[in-house]
């Protein structure tokens, strides 16, 4: 009987130890995997232009191939590239930039890219200008959480506002491919795209066409200066919610404010506040709504000079530049910054003295005291660190 007992016991401690060495290699593994995929999305690769559209004066398009051959990481419609770039000879710090992926393919040959070249921005003149056909440049992993959620959505509609249309571009493109597969749970699809002129709007002809081969899929283009000209090709005003929805109604469909809408807007912060705001009191739920913010958007530019110290080893003024971070970085102070938005949190900065205006609200979660330098501006002298 002893024997049986030590038998059973000798087994039974064999089999926890086999169990404890599992659950330990699984836990290794997953731990490896977990580090593998933080280095590739860290580890930049490098890329050709290989094709470059000039859409207007201000709006570039290009695709990107790697050098290196290997397969494309593949993305989800609405992510963004970033790209890593020097803009002046000499320059230590990389410049990085976030654009949202324009064209999406469930398995990417090349990455393509959508535009807007700023006033007042260095870095996408600089693209505008050095983003020629065979020109390199190096870029980090697809990322970002403004996604198309194709499995738990049966009516889509998109909003965009000038350059904003790229990453609803990619969404349409992955709608339309999962609508021809028989794959998609979708119904329906609605763009609603405004801009200044029919000159500023980007991929026009291929959203137009779209609507008359695509029967799920609605345009709905809108150009908010008024035009003398009699019959104007486009439809002219301010978009708005109840515009939105009234259009939707008049489709036929009575889906607008249910639960089985799903919002998506991307383009002028001022625009998507204001339309997500009226969606709200329209009935529209917030989990409902979703919106990628491509920065500060305009901002009023102020002749008011602010010295701003910077730890205890720089000191700087701040005149006109758009942002806190954009000054950090003219005076070559090295901060991390990624999404320029207020998404990734990467620009923190803690206040120790001094007072902020907040140009935009941001995504990431901070602390008592803690700004993003992409959304604020200083409205007195200020100590800071970063």
Same mark, same amino acid.
């Given at each position: !009987?002893?024997?049986?007992?030590?038998?059973?016991?000798? /087994?039974?401690?064999?089999?926890?130890?086999?169990?404890?060495?599992? &659950?330990?290699? +699984?836990?290794?593994?997953?731990? =490896?995997?977990?580090?593998?995929?933080?280095?590739?999305?860290?580890?930049?690769?490098?890329?050709? @232009?290989?094709?470059?559209?000039?859409?207007?004066?201000?709006?570039?398009?290009? +695709?990107?191939?790697?050098?290196?051959?290997?397969?494309?990481?593949?993305?989800?419609?609405?992510?963004?590239?970033? $790209? $890593?770039?020097?803009?002046?000879?000499?320059?230590?710090? @990389?410049?990085? +930039? %976030?654009?949202?992926?324009? +064209?999406?393919?469930?398995?990417? &040959?090349?990455?393509?890219?959508?535009?807007?070249?700023?006033?007042?921005?260095?870095?996408?003149?600089?693209?505008?200008?050095? /983003?020629? /056909?065979?020109?390199?440049?190096?870029?980090?992993?697809?990322?970002?959480?403004?996604?198309?959620?194709?499995?738990?959505?049966?009516?889509?509609? $998109?909003?965009?506002?000038?350059?904003?249309?790229?990453? $609803?571009?990619?969404m349409i493109h992955q709608f339309v491919a999962q609508q021809y597969s028989g794959r998609s749970k979708v119904k329906s699809l609605h763009l609603f795209y405004t801009a200044k002129s029919?000159?500023? !709007? %980007?991929? /026009?002809?291929?959203?137009?066409?779209?609507?008359?081969? %695509?029967? =799920?899929?609605?345009?709905?283009?809108?150009?908010?200066?008024?035009?003398?000209?009699? =019959?104007?090709? =486009?439809?002219q005003g301010r978009l708005s919610a109840p515009k939105i929805i009234q259009h939707i109604k008049q489709g036929g469909h009575d889906f607008a404010t249910q639960s089985d809408c799903q919002y998506y807007l991307c383009g002028p912060n001022a625009m998507m506040d204001d339309i997500t705001a009226d969606l709200i009191q329209q009935g529209v739920t917030r989990d409902g709504i979703h919106f990628e913010r491509f920065g500060a958007g305009a901002v009023t530019i102020s002749d008011a000079q602010y010295s701003v110290k910077v730890g205890t080893k720089h000191e700087l003024v701040f005149h006109q530049q758009p942002n806190l971070l954009v000054a950090l970085e003219h005076q070559g102070i090295n901060i991390q910054s990624e999404c320029r938005s207020g998404e990734c949190g990467q620009c923190k900065i803690t206040l120790h003295s001094g007072e902020i205006n907040q140009q935009i609200e941001p995504e990431a979660p901070l602390a008592a005291g803690e700004y993003l330098a992409c959304c604020c501006v200083p409205a007195s002298d200020l100590h800071i660190a970063v």
């Open positions: !009987m002893i024997s049986l007992l030590l038998l059973l016991v000798f /087994l039974l401690g064999g089999t926890w130890l086999m169990l404890l060495q599992g &659950d330990i290699i +699984r836990r290794h593994y997953r731990l =490896n995997k977990q580090r593998q995929q933080q280095h590739l999305a860290n580890t930049p690769r490098t890329f050709k @232009v290989v094709a470059r559209q000039d859409m207007s004066a201000q709006h570039f398009s290009v +695709r990107l191939q790697a050098i290196d051959k290997r397969p494309l990481e593949k993305f989800q419609a609405g992510q963004y590239l970033t $790209l $890593l770039t020097k803009t002046q000879a000499g320059q230590e710090q @990389v410049s990085r +930039r %976030c654009y949202s992926l324009a +064209r999406w393919q469930n398995t990417p &040959d090349v990455y393509e890219l959508g535009i807007q070249r700023e006033q007042r921005g260095e870095v996408s003149n600089w693209l505008h200008q050095h /983003l020629q /056909l065979d020109a390199t440049i190096q870029a980090l992993p697809p990322k970002g959480h403004f996604v198309f959620d194709l499995k738990n959505t049966e009516h889509a509609v $998109l909003i965009a506002g000038g350059i904003g249309i790229t990453p $609803l571009r990619a029919v000159t500023n !709007m %980007c991929y /026009l002809d291929e959203f137009s066409a779209l609507a008359f081969t %695509c029967p =799920n899929f609605y345009f709905f283009p809108l150009v908010s200066q008024t035009s003398h000209t009699p =019959n104007p090709p =486009n439809p």
